[in-house]
């Protein structure tokens, strides 16, 4: 299966559809009147359904299993045809389009097996995808014009004693999300290099990395926090969540985040695996911050 232990949980919602057609108005009419010999076509259809949006994961090697909140199934008949509608939530790190898609059908087949003893000229048609929500794809990044500029700040990488790679790592992130005016820097943990940096940079992102433990020489957030005029304790709290998930040692980072001046202001983990984990907890969404900095408010 493919890794997702670097997403995280959000709302996930899909809708499927699938079509039975019936080939007479009697069959119609029998279903209407609970004249089936099977029984409830409708009920015992929409139990099946559900059964089949639990069952996904065991038929489909490449689906994870993911708890399913909520399935919804409604039908709309018109003339000879019976539409199946199949909603499914969850809030989880993966989408449930094929669960939707896998009940929806489930449900067809157990109306055919239901109906064919009356009717043999029963055919289900266009089993597809009708919408999807949640994820990235739901909300894509607004990035254009967003400047960057990652810092590295470590006496050893700064003294060449070190290679530099949760920096490079950021960078990237950063380019993958479409931003293309990045700059990158590596400067002892010095208070004054550090609040030169902030005090004479226009970047609308400035993300530090590095000096955000708990040692004597971890001086970044001490000297970036009397700078912001505005703490975001959610975006902090929720680096550190995601990185506590991974690593039992996240809890002893002093990640921070907040606003100046309208530039927004990240320090992170050092290391490749907390530069980065802390990246995938926050990012895309906190670029929806610069929409709401320019009066946007929340969508």
Do not use: W
């Not at 960078?171 to 004054?192: N, Q, S």
């Not at 609040?195 to 955000?212: C, D, Q, S, W, Y």
């Not at 001490?222 to 039992?248: F, H, K, S």
């Not at 983990?269 to 610069?290: C, R």
């Amino acid at each position: 299966m493919v890794d997702i232990t670097h997403k995280s949980n959000t709302l996930r919602i899909a809708t499927a559809q699938a079509i039975v057609k019936v080939s007479s108005e009697e069959t119609i009419r029998m279903i209407h009147e609970g004249a089936i010999p099977k029984g409830n076509v409708f009920e015992m259809s929409r139990a099946a359904g559900l059964l089949g949006v639990k069952k996904t994961p065991d038929l489909l090697p490449d689906c994870h299993p993911l708890p399913i909140e909520f399935t919804g199934i409604t039908y709309e008949i018109s003339g000879l045809e019976i539409k199946i509608l199949m909603t499914v939530k969850t809030i989880y790190k993966t989408g449930v389009e094929v669960e939707a898609m896998h009940g929806a059908s489930i449900v067809a087949l157990n109306m055919y097996d239901m109906l064919k003893p009356v009717d043999k000229g029963v055919e289900i048609h266009h089993i597809k995808l009708i919408s999807k929500k949640g994820g990235k794809s739901s909300n894509p990044p607004r990035t254009q014009g967003i400047t960057a500029q990652v810092v590295v700040c470590s006496d050893s990488i700064s003294a060449g004693e070190k290679e530099d790679r949760g920096g490079k790592a950021i960078c990237e992130k950063l380019g993958g999300f479409g931003l293309t005016d990045i700059t990158y820097r590596v400067i002892p943990d010095e208070p004054d290099q550090i609040r030169g940096i902030i005090e004479g940079n226009e970047a609308a992102l400035l993300i530090f990395t590095g000096g955000t433990g708990a040692g004597p020489r971890d001086q970044t957030p001490d000297t970036i926090a009397p700078l912001l005029e505005t703490r975001l304790n959610g975006v902090e709290e929720t680096m550190r969540r995601y990185g506590q998930e991974r690593m039992p040692f996240a809890m002893l980072s002093r990640s921070l985040a907040g606003i100046r001046k309208g530039q927004v202001i990240l320090a992170v983990p050092g290391s490749t695996a907390g530069a980065t984990e802390a990246m995938d907890a926050v990012f895309p969404g906190l670029f929806h911050i610069f929409h709401v900095l320019k009066g946007g408010g929340h969508d």
